[in-house]
């Protein structure tokens, strides 16, 4: 074990352990020492599933550098070996463990965070690591034996550096078939997936008209999360000037898919999941369909019409990852963009394989826009934030869950928070897990309908919380 590594565990912030990976401020709740701490107890975690080899990539961060090599070095005190694949997509790396055989891969990013936010994405032996796994990490590094396992580690772990962008377009291209060529409108929010969506849509025949593929930690033209539509307008913009036909966009880590119609129209996740599903089905009849508590009540409806059987979840990628791999389904979504893939696909979610998939579809189609167009689509809000103090959210939902009167509803289901299903809409109340809020999203046949629904949240969260400041 190096002399220059020891931790200080009561220097360490438990705040960046979140539910389903590690994220922080840098220098400040992310220091490189906490990066090589977090690399040592994955290197013990690691070693004691029997793991040679851990796979490490890191966005385009500017911090990115520096905290890959201090987590490779806590790896490398574990006794476990760490291959670095660069400055890559997160899927890369979710796609190295397979390729590499590690089973294992550590994504040092921000994902759609601001610049001066880092943080771990991790997959050890095959699991990615969410909830109490990652707080067992913490508690690692705070046990007073911590040191003298490090200590007792007869060989420290090397470094070697693989490429595996080439391989990962190949595999793609090797399986994706676009019938015709298409013009694409692409952005990358100046976000990691720069680094290999233009390639790998070019490898497919696209031609492409660019926005923000270089990447830049500094992000210096708009934030790199095509969740929110105030990202996608630069694309909209694009798609009216040129004579590209469709729209995309990634987040900063390229693992979520935005989608923009040539009429300007965002296609949202849960929009883009029926697509998805009703192409998985034809070939795959019967096959189990994933959603999340967030999506449209018309996935399940559609699901059904296609000759599947729909399961709904709770949100969060590990969550839905673990949810996937336990059921043996063919294909899940989330409402912010995660798409996961098992038909043809390895089970992870990626941006840049569902934007190839998405395109396979609409290649077969004169106008892709009236194809995404014609999708069934409900009056809905955005994703609404009702701020919190820190753990106030979960309570607010708790309590809402055991006293709230829902009257006329059809069902409550309580997997992730509160969601409230009515005969024309549905109602949904539940604690984000990264951040003090509880987030809300409201659905409806009608305007009346989504008014009504939206009445009887308002009046049951103030009941319990009169002072409650809601965003609708």
Known sequence: MPE???????????????????????????????????????????RDHGVKAICVGRDGRLSGPRLVAALAQGIHCAGVDTIDIGMVPTPLVYFANFELGTGSGVAVTGSHNPPEYNGIKMVIAGETLHGAAIQELYQTIAAPGFTARLAAVAEPGRSRSDDITARYIARIVGDVRLARPMKIAVDCGNGV??????????????????????????????????????????????LAETDAELGIAFDGDGDRLGVVTKDGTIIYPDRQLMLFAADVLAREPGAQIIYDVKCSRNVANWVRSHGGRPLMCQTGHSLVKAKLKETGAALAGEMSGHVFFKERWYGFDDGLYAA???????????DPSAVLNALPDSITTPELHLQCA?????????????QASFDGASEVITIDGVRVEYPDGF??????????????????????????????????????????????
Request: hydrophobic share 50%; glycine share 6%.
């Open 4 to 46: 220059q590594f020891a931790v200080n565990a009561a220097a360490l912030s438990p705040g960046i352990f979140k539910a389903y990976d590690i994220r922080g401020i840098v220098d400040k709740t992310l220091t490189v020492a906490a990066a090589q701490a977090i690399g040592a107890a994955l290197g013990l975690l690691a």
């Open 193 to 238: 997936a720069g680094a290999g969506a233009p390639a790998l849509l070019r490898a497919l025949g696209c031609e492409l008209v660019e926005l923000y593929c270089d990447v830049d930690g500094n992000f210096p033209n708009h934030h790199p999360d095509p969740a929110k539509p105030e990202n996608l307008q630069d694309l909209i913009r694009c």
């Open 356 to 366: 190839a998939r998405l395109l396979e579809i609409l290649a077969r189609h004169a």
């Open 390 to 402: 820190e753990g106030e959210n979960f309570r607010l939902v708790e309590q809402l869950r055991a």
């Open 427 to 472: 109602g949904l109340a539940r604690p984000s897990n990264t951040t003090p809020v509880v987030v809300l999203r409201f659905e409806a046949d009608t305007e009346e309908a989504l008014a009504r629904i939206q009445e009887v949240f308002r009046r049951e969260i103030l009941r319990i919380a009169p002072d409650a400041k809601l965003p609708f």
